[in-house]
């Protein structure tokens, strides 16, 4: 031993004093740290990735969806989901949720029946972000990722004149439009459009100086001649058929009271149900007709200057196999009602009404109608002066549809009383969000 010194004291001073693997030590922490950022930031990107293909995933799938809006049958919700699954996030698996939403039920687009709302969402469990934010305490964290998509099928090109008939061609068209007859007023981008589902290659025949001044969808092909014009864009041959908008109505007076018309009055009030005689009202007779369905049997004559109001919330239903016989200056003032089985529905005929029947406006006849006119097996005339005013896009849809010598139709923007609107057919499907 050496003498004098206090061998452990001093050991022990130069311990403390030492900086000999102070370094390593901290570079052993800030590898962990390191180590544990790089590990949230790889979570991080995954989740980045991983929500940028969801988005992509609603992106097709609402596109989809919204194409599939034109289809006959359209069935948006099975169509993205079917395209969501094929893109590998199949509804139910895994965790995944396909939402389709038609209409949409969030965003600026919410109850628009021409846009399909698509929402993927799929839970992740993240390690190093529930050490991070300290959960596993309680358990691991379940992190929930979503994209969400709306896409709108041809939102700015509805269709309010649509001729139905897609069956074997023949010589008569199923649009004709001739002898000065016009199809909404200039200028064009303030009307909607005419959608033709037959597939002929006299779909739509326009002539005599007749135009149209909206966009124009043909599943086949046009004809224009002698001066006739299109005035508008887009216009579209080869189109999709556009679907029946009000395909799932029915018509029935299962259950509904049986009237007479009331007679012997100059301005005659009447009420919903079933009038089996049907109506005959000769000159200068009002009608006014209180709130419902009115289903009218064997006959309805409007004889000259007769006048219809019914704006309450009215439709008018031709219940046989007869044409509507209306007079010189008659005017009808008729707005469907929004809500109930003939929700959106003006005027119409049953379904099993004969197609050789054609119901025709004629003679300075004002139709002034806030709702769909509606004759889905028979075609639908309008010449010498009538007009009829579509307010608020609402439609005129038949099986084929005839105007001639000086009609007139105009329509101002969409949609009003609860009718459905159509995407027109031309296949254009943006993405609105």
Known sequence: MFRGVDWISFLARQFRQSRDGAVAIQVAILAVVLIG???LAVEIGFVYYKQRQMQAV???AATGGAVALSDPTPDPVGEARSIAGRLNFVNGVDGVAVTVNHPPLHGALVGDTSAVEVIVQQPQTLAMANLVTGTYGGGPHVWTVSATAVASANRAGSSCIIALDSGVCTSTPAITIRNNAIIQPPPCGQHCGIAVNSSCNNALVVYENAEINAPVWVNGRWQLKSNAKLNCTPRTQGAPRVPDPYAGVVFSTAGLVTRT?????????LLPG???????YSNRQTLNLAPGTYYIGTQLILQNNVTVNATGGVTLVIDGNYAISIGNNARLNVTAPTSGATKGIAIASIRTASPTVTQTFSNNAILNVDGAIYFPNQTAYFSNNATINLTACNQLIAKRIDYQNN???SDTGCPSVGGTPVAGGSGVVQLME
């Open 274 to 280: 079933y009038y089996p005689a049907g109506l005959s």
């Open 261 to 269: 018309q009331p007679g012997n009055c100059s301005t005659c009030n």
């Open 37 to 39: 950022a790089s590990a």
């Open 58 to 60: 609603a992106d097709a």
């Open 407 to 409: 009609a007139t139709l």
